[in-house]
């Protein structure tokens, strides 16, 4: 079986940087309810049509995916018991597990692999991920052969997780809109848990799928995902030990307090594929903006030390570039921007815009995204006063909510907005959307919202989004990276400090590279 080796070198490099995970016990215990907490909502269940954590967690228990992959990087059967790439890296080939069914009973058949490709293909936001699919054969029900018109080296990742949810063809082939259709509520999957009730805003009860297709599994009867206000009400339910899990934890003192308590784990792994960054992104559009030398200026005033030390405890990552540090793809020979006001003095002023008579030289708004305020809030009522000190007034403006802010980001309508972009694991899935100039849409956030456009960086990711060899990959997205950080259309800031706090009775605990956003079938609770 041939495999792109960019997969050999990722499990290579990461595999190394693995924390051990704690000891479980030798033998899975069954039965027993999982309650897992969450501040994300999602508006529905549906990971096809839509990305983020908060569908992903319910999702990725309710449908399966072709493929899983371990804590290494490593890809492992899931829907597909094997697979093949073709040596030319044009077609990959699977074959399905013919004792696969959908939990009303219906067989999986390669017909409903082709339909999911095409559904995502036409309606999940990351459109790289699919774009290069030309068809799918299906020789037969278990066989579904994928053709590309180029070589795919992220499609064998794209086929895991969330991504490319298996959507049963006899629901959700009927016609309606899949990005409103009814079954997003009350979904029809194949995943280890079946819906039983979803309330936005308040809960996902889950319980065991009997006819799941691996055999013996899952260990668990049921799986509450219960939504809290904010991170705080939620941190102080699992010191309480109302909730078993709390994955995503960003705020670094809730992290400090969890640790405290002695009848929890606490750990950084289960998010090397998420790759979060918070950034600060520019409307290169703006009149003002859309001079480099004022977006290097502002990136250069900015003190990404103190953010991390004073505003983060410490526990933050310095982020340089649109590749988070850890990938096999990050770039670390990029401008650091480190702290100088003189320069960021000099590059204003060489812009053109002197100070006047207040000392200001212009104004600018700064939009953060809600429900993140130690990564967003903060930073951006830092920076008023921060940018202040080169004759830049901010006026920090608040969104009472994610669509409010959403709706202004994705419609252009910011000068500049703080904003958390993941990588998705390769940067065909999470990050050429954001550079690249046929991505510039309007309506739809986490794409070109930032209006970026170099035909230079077009043509070296697309020539990184084919390339077969590991090595060559990545050194042209060292060179997409350092025209990129060196343009500014976005200020690299840090990467999330995502944590996952559980009670000490579950087992096997999820640390794959997608956590959570993951098959929790394998997860066990020892009373």
Known sequence: MHKFKSLTLIAALITGAVAATPIQAAEPVKGGTLVIGMTQ?????????????????????????????????????????????????????LILRKNARFHDGKPITSEDVAFSIQTVKDNHPFKTMFSPVEKVDTPDANTAVIHFSRAHPAALLAMSSALLPILPKHVYGDGQDPKSHPANNNPVGSGPFKIVEFKPGEHVILERNPDYFIQDRPY????????????????????????????????????????????????????????????????????????????????????????IKALHGGFSQRASGPVVPGSPFHAPGVEQYDLDLERANSL??????????????????????????????????????????????????????????????????????????????????????????DNIRKGV???????????????????????????????????????????????????????????????????????????LDEVYKTQ
């Open 348 to 437: 204003l002023d060489e812009a053109g815009h002197v100070r006047k008579d207040d000392d200001m030289r212009f104004k600018l708004r700064i939009d953060y995204l809600p429900g993140v305020a130690e990564q967003q809030k903060a930073i951006a009522e830092y920076l008023k006063p921060q940018l202040k000190k080169v004759g830049i007034e901010v006026e920090v403006r608040v969104a009472p909510d994610f669509p409010t802010w959403s709706s202004r980001v994705s419609s252009h309508d910011f000068d500049m907005s703080m904003d958390i972009v993941f990588n998705w694991g390769d940067p065909v899935i999470g990050v050429h959307r954001t550079y690249l100039c």
């Open 445 to 519: 956030i986490w794409s070109n919202t930032q209006s970026y456009c170099n035909p230079d960086v077009d043509g070296i990711l697309a020539k990184a989004g084919v390339e077969p060899d590991a090595e060559k990959r990545a050194a042209l997205y060292r060179d997409a990276q350092a025209i990129i950080v060196e343009e500014a259309p976005i200020a690299f800031i840090n990467t999330l400090p995502y944590h996952t706090a559980y009670s000490k009775k579950i087992g096997n605990a999820p640390t794959s590279i997608w956590g959570t956003m993951a098959p």
């Open 220 to 307: 668990l009867d049921r799986v509450i995902i219960k939504h809290y206000k904010d991170s705080n009400s939620l941190a102080l339910a699992v010191d309480k030990g109302e909730v078993d899990m709390y994955p995503f934890v960003t705020n670094t003192r809730n992290i400090a307090r969890l640790k405290k308590n002695a009848n929890l784990e606490v750990t950084n792994q289960g998010y090397a594929a998420v790759g979060p960054v918070n950034w600060l992104a520019f409307n290169t559009k703006h009149e003002i903006l859309n001079d480099k030398r004022v977006r290097q200026a502002i990136t250069y005033a900015i003190d990404k030390n103190f953010i």
């Open 41 to 93: 909502k999602p508006r529905h269940l549906n990971p096809a049509v839509q990305s983020g954590t908060a569908t992903a967690v319910p999702g990725t228990q309710v449908f399966a995916t072709p493929l899983r992959f371990d804590e290494n990087w490593r890809p492992q059967p899931y829907l597909a018991k094997s697979w093949s790439v073709a040596d030319d890296g044009l077609s990959i080939t």
